[in-house]
């Protein structure tokens, strides 16, 4: 075996056995797929409802068995989209009352900050990328946009869902303000995941062409440096101060 090769089969290894650190749980990573495989169905079949005498909105409903069954399937991937939800705030709370829960999907000052410079960063005006913590801004708006639209999305929607009940308890136009706001919201909603969220987990440099992190929940070590270097230096701390305790 030529020096060359011996070394590609070293580094591979190494990179096989290069140690890993947990970013997201089993909990999350079900929420995720939920959430995910619901959104999706949604899009699939709601564009067609809406657009159904156009195009290729025709083969969408054909695909679903007719109008009905699209609708059927729309609905049921709304119940999903639910389901996922409220696992996502019982879960939210099991860890508030443990003590478990950190604020650090919560908003600040560093975000914008942060923004600035990754700005900077993209037009060449800064030679390093920021110090992102655990989560980064970009990823902080997709976490709030997504509470903001589940909660358009299925108020709307159960409105579209029982029409004569929604008219025998609030005015008539509630209905037709209910109509708008979930095909445009729709259309925002889908616009932010296949162009804005996608971009930042699956086809930024350095990740395409897809993180793996949703399916396997974790990250290694240079992943972790590169990313987040911020939580990276914590961890580092964190385990020379447990070296320094345990020599103690």
Known sequence: MSKEKTEMTAGSKAMAKEETVLRFDIHQRIQHGLMASSFILLVLTGWPLSTHGIGASHSLVALFGGHDGCAWMHRFAAVILIISSVYHVLYL????????????????????????????????????????????YFEKFDYWAVFWGVLIMVGSGFVRWFPDLTVKYFPSWTYEIAHFAHADEAILAGLAIFVWHFYNVHLRPGIFPMSKVFLTGRLTMSELKHEHPAEYAEVMEKRAADGKQDKS
């Open 93 to 136: 709370m099991t860890l508030f009352f443990r003590g478990k829960l950190r604020p650090n999907m919560v908003p600040g000052p560093k975000d914008a900050k942060h923004a600035v410079q990754n700005l900077l960063f993209f037009v060449g005006l800064r030679k390093e990328r920021p110090n992102f913590p655990r989560f980064t």
